[in-house]
């Protein structure tokens, strides 16, 4: 009898270790909603193959890069295509899942033949998508991710319309020193790639600039309860507090902040683009600054016109920078299509590599020699239950 | 005529080609002290079991005051009033003595928790009326002076004693005692003929299955005698010691057969 | 010393969250010898529908009732269709079928809610005391006071009912306790239910806090286990403290050692209880238990 409870016991430590590996990895996704109109072969027509998560819990983001690329891609075919040709998008649900982004994209390339890859939600996905697109020199777009080391490999054919982490950060640093009363800053960061990446780029470029980062505290990703992180941060009474990580955490950090009595500023990254930390985290979320790619603002016509257009096909205004770097990531293949006059894979590149300042809905960009764009990013206040744009640069 | 409390009909039980209970018919008396004899192997514990909604029979019926119970679960017959206890001890060795007693006692109570919570005077009254109740049984066993030990630290004729205390807790109306002499000292033996005749004087039926032939000679008002699944005899003690049948099963009857 | 206060606060908060959902794992551990890994999942129930109850216009208080009574309800649901069915097989197969019940629920909860969080407004939101420096939000005391009201109420209801003393004798011996006139199959209906519902209400009180979103449950789940296995498998009292114990030396590893560790810290006080005291810290001797 008593054996037998230890052994209950000894399972039971098994299937906690087992229950914690499971947590840490995306929980499963549902079906796969990727449309799947194979190639028919036909060499009337440019393939651009779109990967990204489309069910499971990003599928929210994914849906509107699918939706910012059928927009591309419907207007582009309107006007009669380039070079003569109709644009034909290939669409495939990845479910954020590292092998799975792999495989569609491996289906991609060596069986529908794509002219142009674009992808991913994540970093991680993205970084071994690029490795296989690479191979063939096909010209690859990475409109969200932002991992630093995505334009770092060396490859040719991989073009990032959107600021990476580390520009992120600097300019943030460079804002909140130039324009900001706050000098001494805590940070409380994901602990994972992404947030500690952050962190470390934030921190180093504060105290170059003459801040202080007085502690960086870390809590795991799907974590709940932060009263211990903010009791250590509180004690060190600084003049502001930087997330590292996304609004899902990031919305409860400020409530029990909030909770704990803290009035103190916020900061943030484009994890907390959007209308999400609104709904959230509620008044807690007021007054927050960060940085943000794309906000659906008025008075810019450029702007203006891609989320009427939106709106039109779609019903919803679009939220943060997804479907905007999307459909500036097609425009801006289009574009280098038209410039190289044929498909040729290398002759695109090279066209692509001498864009200069084209006039996406994001804004400027011009290539780097490794694929980063040189943008910029904004700044957004949340005020009265409201993103404002506080900074946009030129 | 008395009246019959438990009345099983033609009952079996098969394991497998087996069959350990053939058609076998049993009435159980009101205030009668029945003896169940037979060979090792003869189905005297499967037979107690399925009185007891231990084991379903695979044909036949039970019926108590009239209703049909074949189908009924152990803690349903509890209910019902058939008590028991085991050749091999069946108790919660983990408690004490009296905690053991008290399980068997809430039957019959009727307790929420907002008794408890507001210690209502039901509640006291209650606890005290089963209290009483098992320290009487205990007393009646001999074994007062043991409430408050564990299960645990008894001796096997200690534990056999708060077995028939707990199945008399559930108030039964017959108890079935599976050997419950066995492994007991002549003196024990005699203590224990008495103790079932006062069991017997409070008005419970008693079903004894027993190896001890001197003992259930002397207790039973009548005896079955079971071989090989089948039932081969049905009569008081004198008869039983006369027959044919019986003689031959308990003489190495087996090889001839 | 206001920061050594505040994590103090913090940790037994935490830990009377942690006893309510413990209370539940050990209960059913204990009656049915099932190590239930969809525990957790009954929180994300009680959560959603407290969600779903006070969007409808339904007061807070009452939609944490209606949390406990739909856990409840689906708890009943999940036992005829998951255990019962394998009452007569062994524990590792239940163990299974409750994680197949976890990922159930969750991919459900997933497809009908979606992923996202939601969140849950209670009339205590956003309101804190304020005991000289020392802050707590309104919302964590009334965490506290339940629990410490649902798990004093669930002790008395094992010590001094009935029901408690048919639970104590079927988690001791389900096949003796039959003998005993104790109805163990429908007490194992009952305490799962009771042990689920229990932790729907944990999740309906902790869905302002904590927003409510499917997998909500998993880490909830794995903090249980650790609670039950400190404090002794099956062991009421020891689920209740083990509770404390965890949430203060969560609490005070996060303030004192490291936040990035404070997981690591908690799961390394496991492991050395098992090795020096597989059978819990709080088991005396073998068997104490309910």
Known sequence: MNKWRLKTVGMCGTAILVLSLLNACAPPKGADQASSSKSSGSKEEIKIGFVSQLSGGGALYGKQMENGAKLAVDEINKKGGILGKKIKLIIQDDQANPSESVKVTQRLVTEDRINAWIGTLKSSDTLTDIGITSKQDIPSFVPVAVANSITESDYTNVYRNVANNSMQAKMFVDYILKKQPHKKLAIIAENTDYGRGLSEDFKSFFEKGGGEIVNVEYYNVGQKEFNDQLTKIKGEKPDGIVISGLVAEGALVLKQAQDLGMKTQWYSFGGFSGAAPIKLAGKAADGM???????????????????????????????????????????????????????DNKKVNDALHSISNYQGVMGSISFQEDGQATTKVWMAQIKDGAQTVIFRPE | ???????????????????????????????????IIGPNGAGKSTLLNVLTGLQRPSAGQIQIDNGYVSKKDAWQMVKMGIGRSFQTIRLLNELTVIENLLIGGHLYTKRGLLDVLGRTVRWRKTEQQITNKAMELLQ???????????????????????????????RPKVLLLDEPGAGFSPQESDQLCELILSIRNRGISVVLVEHNMKVIMSLADRIIVLDHGQKIADGTPKEISEDELVIRAYLGGEDHA | MVEFAQTLVNGLVLGALYSLVALGLTLIYG???LANFAQGEFAMIGGFSAFFLVQEGVSYPLAVVIGFAVAGIIGLLVHLLAFYPLRQSNHINMMLSSLGVSLFLVNLAQYLFSPNPQVVKSPLSGESFNLGGIFISQQRVLIVVISFILCLATFLLLKHTKFGRSVQAASLDPDTA???????????????????????????????????????????????????????????????AGGVIVGLIESFAGGYISTGFQDAIVFTVLFVVLILKPQGILTKVQGEKV
């Open chain 1, 289 to 343: 600054i960060h940085t943000e790619y794309f906000t659906p603002i008025k008075g810019d016509k450029k702007i203006e016109t891609f989320v009427n257009a939106y709106k039109t096909k779609f019903g919803d205004k679009p939220d943060a920078y997804y479907s905007a770097a999307t459909y500036d990531a097609v425009n801006l293949y289009a574009e280098g299509v038209k410039k190289a006059k044929t498909l």
């Open chain 2, 1 to 35: 005529m008395s009246k019959i409390l438990v009345k099983a009909e033609q009952v079996s039980v098969k394991f497998g080609g087996l069959w350990a209970v053939k058609k076998v018919d049993v009435d159980v008396k009101a205030g009668e002290i029945l003896g």
């Open chain 2, 140 to 170: 009646l066993l001999g074994i007062g002076h043991k409430a408050q030990e564990e299960i645990s630290a008894l001796s096997l004729e200690e534990r056999r004693r708060v077995e028939i205390a707990r199945a008399l807790m559930t």
């Open chain 3, 31 to 33: 009656v049915m010898g």
């Open chain 3, 178 to 240: 039959t003998l005993y006139g104790v109805p163990t199959k429908r007490i194992s209906f009952m305490t799962f239910i009771l042990g689920v519902a229990l932790t729907g209400i944990a999740g309906a009180l902790l869905a302002p806090v904590y927003n409510v979103y499917p997998t909500m449950g998993i880490s909830l789940t794995l903090k249980a286990f650790v609670v039950v296995v400190l404090g002794g498998m099956g062991n009421v009292s020891g689920a209740i």
